[in-house]
């Protein structure tokens, strides 16, 4: 089923992936908040799994995991996406969620979403290896092949994810909001 927004960019998911795949996590928020009020539909897995980590890298620790039982709850889906899921409420491990990839975009995503959960628990050696493998998939153009590029950087320039969450000291976005 074909997205109900118009065009990419007048679509609330895709502005909330970039901005989390830039660390704006507050933005990406507001943005899924936004789809969510306009559709009827359940979001895709990894704009589910993108609102966990922005709930979980905000503070929202309870709420996240809340959402995700939630969304774990009513998904209907199959494959990688699901195995992820399972594996981000500790119901599945690595090998069962890469078991499930079929090509480099799956493999991209799964890579991906594991070394974050790795960054999350404090293991930044290892999320940096699965961010690694991420991008030596060379799934170009992949949300998960971005997000790894930016991680990466993000953590060889030493700053944090959630440096004032894409703001300038005033209080401004850098660049624009996403909504016209």
């Avoid at 991420?134 to 997000?147: C, E, I, K, N, P």
Wanted: hydrophobic share 30%.
């Amino acid at each position: 089923m074909p997205c109900p927004c118009r065009t990419l960019r007048s679509c609330p998911l895709s502005v909330a992936n970039v901005y989390f795949v830039t660390n704006r996590f507050e933005d990406s928020l507001v943005q899924i908040g936004k789809y969510k009020r306009q559709n009827e539909r359940l979001i895709p897995p990894d704009s589910a799994l993108f609102e966990y980590i922005s709930l979980k890298r905000t503070g929202k620790d309870r709420e996240a995991r809340k959402m995700l039982e939630d969304y774990a709850g009513v998904y209907k889906g199959t494959g990688w996406e699901s195995e992820t899921l399972k594996y981000y409420l500790g119901r599945a491990d690595e090998a069962e969620v890469l078991a499930m990839t079929r090509n480099r975009c799956d493999r991209a995503g799964a890579f991906y979403f594991i070394g974050y959960d790795f960054l999350l628990k404090g293991d930044r050696q290892r999320g940096v290896e699965y961010f690694q493998k991420a991008l030596d998939t060379q799934a170009f153009g992949t949300a998960a092949y971005s997000g790894a590029g930016v991680m990466l950087q993000t953590m060889k320039t030493g700053e944090t994810a959630t440096q004032n969450n894409g703001r300038s000291a005033k209080g401004q976005h850098k660049g624009g909001d996403g909504d016209r």
